[in-house]
């Protein structure tokens, strides 16, 4: 996908700098309304729309709390944790291009359940993957420095708080990717089935690098204070 300047007459708009699966979804489905033409708000307002006051009380004492001293660590825990996200992303990612979206015979007509069949268990596999690895990395940063304590503690804070907005903001994939299975099918155009499934692995490889980039931001901080 190109960016904002590069989007298609009839397109939605959305700006250069959205993750790659917002302006993947917004090229599918060209009813939908510009992100560009949203109003605009500080991330201090996004979150604060997302939280409740039991969160909010939550991050604030992850904030404000000193971290207690724990003891150091060898530098070889920056590797450890690139080692575990690589290898998270790499099963996520090869599963989601080998997941079978439509059956193997071709004369059995593909389906719209496929489609949702493929997208959610992939979805759920990410959901069941990337967990774990958060809390791996938190306690590989826990057990480093005071700093990286804190940061692991409000790493914690924000997916508790924020889990509930992310799962329900994602469940909007499947809806789209079953929008446009209906309209390739539809219009039977040569090799749709083929470029229709390209098109699946490409949201959800997307969406793959929007659930890990937390995941991504810790183990940048340990490489930096590695």
Known sequence: MRADHGTAAGQPRTPFNS????????GLDPSAPSAAALP????????GQWLDWTDAIALSQALNQPPTRPPGQAPRAAARAATALA?????LSRAILQEPV???????????????????????AMAAAIGPLRAQ?????AATS???????????ALESALGERERHSLSAVVPRLERLFQQRQQAAAPDWRTDFVQT???????????????AQGLVDALGEAA
Do not use: I, K, N
Request: glycine share 2%.
């Open 87 to 91: 290898r998270v992303r790499d099963d």
């Open 40 to 47: 605009r708000s500080s991330v201090g307002e996004r979150l």
């Open 137 to 141: 990395l938190r306690g590989l940063l």
């Open 19 to 26: 993750p790659p699966l917002v302006r993947l979804l917004a």
């Open 102 to 124: 439509f059956p193997a015979d071709p004369a059995q007509a593909p389906a719209l359940a496929d489609v949702r069949r493929a997208a959610q268990a992939r979805q759920r």
């Open 200 to 214: 699946l692995h490409q949201v959800l490889l997307a969406e793959l690098d929007l659930r890990l980039q937390p």
């Open 146 to 156: 005071p700093a990286l304590a804190h940061l692991a503690a409000l790493d914690a």
